[in-house]
């Protein structure tokens, strides 16, 4: 088997779909390792879970910096002092510039709770529920400089229930979430898939997996 993929995580809070990746890379034959974990915002939950874990942890605080530019050098240098070949950002909420998401380009990978290219942004369930959809999700992504944006890796499926508010449908999506992270690291770390033009395709005799609903459907 060839050498596990070394992924820097990029956190700004909470830190569930970082934990959902560091546990799925405990198992022996996942492609990938988590090195690093780093923070933009000192005390975020998340780095003392990944600390927890056993994971390196840094904190690069981006308003120690005078421009968005020499932040971003240092969050560089940070994950090239690590040795890191993949970054998946997981809940990490600064826009990065092109030079930084040049620099990482296909090698970078982004999870945002809905089904891509509908709700990019903020307040996502709130305006799902408020658009009237049915299927809520998720997708994680290649990351473009655009927010919220770039070459589709997986999505998953999550209905959308009566009564919902904005807290329970975050609920499930999340869950969704957890699953569906540590899937689509898997499938880029593994070459299962690549970017072609701007879509993502599977290499041959690969693949998608089917489409996750969670919970799952009722029967009948
Ligand atoms: C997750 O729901 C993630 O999809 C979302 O932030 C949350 C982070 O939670 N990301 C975005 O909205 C990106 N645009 P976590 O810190 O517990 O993983």
């Avoid at 400089?145 to 508010?165: N, R, W």
Wanted: a neutral charge; glycine letters at 8%; hydrophobic letters at 45%.
């Amino acid at each position: 088997m060839s050498a596990r993929k070394r992924v820097g995580i990029l956190i700004s809070g909470r830190g569930s779909n970082m934990a959902s990746l560091i546990e799925a890379a405990r198992a022996p034959d996942y492609p990938a390792e988590i090195v690093v974990v780093v923070s933009n915002r000192p005390g975020a939950p998340g780095l003392a879970r990944a600390a927890e874990a056993g994971i390196p942890t840094r904190t690069i605080d981006h308003k120690g910096y005078e421009s968005r530019e020499a932040f971003e050098r240092a969050l560089h240098m940070a994950l090239v002092d690590a040795d890191v070949e993949l970054i998946c950002n997981a809940g990490f909420m600064r826009l990065l510039t092109e030079s930084f998401v040049e620099r990482w380009h296909d090698r970078q990978l982004n999870i945002h709770p809905s089904l891509l290219p509908a709700f990019r942004g903020l307040h996502t369930h709130e305006r799902a529920l408020q658009a009237g959809v049915r299927i809520a999700g998720c997708t994680v992504h290649f990351v473009r400089t655009e927010m919220d944006a770039g070459p589709i890796i997986a999505q998953a499926a999550v209905p959308v229930l009566p009564g919902d508010t904005p807290d329970t449908l975050a609920a499930r999506i999340l869950e969704a979430e957890h699953r569906l992270y540590p899937h689509a690291l898997r499938l880029v770390a593994s070459g299962a898939v690549r970017v072609a033009g701007e879509t993502v395709i599977f290499a041959k005799g690969e693949r998608p997996g089917p489409a996750l609903f969670s919970p799952p459907l009722p029967e009948g």
